[in-house]
Nanobody, 118 residues
Framework: QVQLVESGGGLVQAGGSLRLSCAASRSIFNGNALNGMGWYRQAPGKQRELVATITKGGSTNYADSVKGRFALSRDNAKNTVNLQMNSLKPDDTAVYYC?????????WGQGTQVTVSS
């Protein structure tokens, strides 16, 4: 079992920045080569979509809509991933969910609201 605790959401004006953090209850990046962590988001009336992920090997993947603005990093010692979000736009408004893919199972955090005002 994996528990994920998110923090860092909030309200920000367009052009501003926020940093989201997700702490896992165990080390995700050990073991299976497919293990990884990341962030997804879901806006009202829309499907959940990938924002950014990082693999055990350290490779990152970003949605086209956030490339160049968001940066995902990890702290192995703290079992944490951090999403730095810059140049935020109103279209980034959504509930952001931390995800861990661990030993062939998906785990989700409770979600944190990010609201970007115009």
């Amino acid at each position: 079992q994996v528990q994920l605790v998110e923090s860092g959401g909030g309200l920000v004006q367009a052009g501003g920045s926020l940093r989201l953090s997700c702490a896992a209850s165990r080390s995700i990046f050990n073991g299976n080569a497919l293990n990884g962590m990341g962030w997804y988001r879901q806006a009202p009336g829309k499907q959940r979509e990938l924002v950014a992920t990082i693999t055990k090997g350290g490779s990152t993947n970003y949605a086209d809509s956030v490339k160049g603005r968001f940066a995902l990093s990890r702290d192995n010692a703290k079992n944490t991933v951090n999403l730095q979000m810059n140049s935020l736009k109103p279209d980034d408004t959504a509930v952001y969910y931390c995800n861990a893919y661990f030993n062939l199972q998906n785990y989700w955090g409770q979600g944190t609201q990010v609201t970007v005002s115009s």
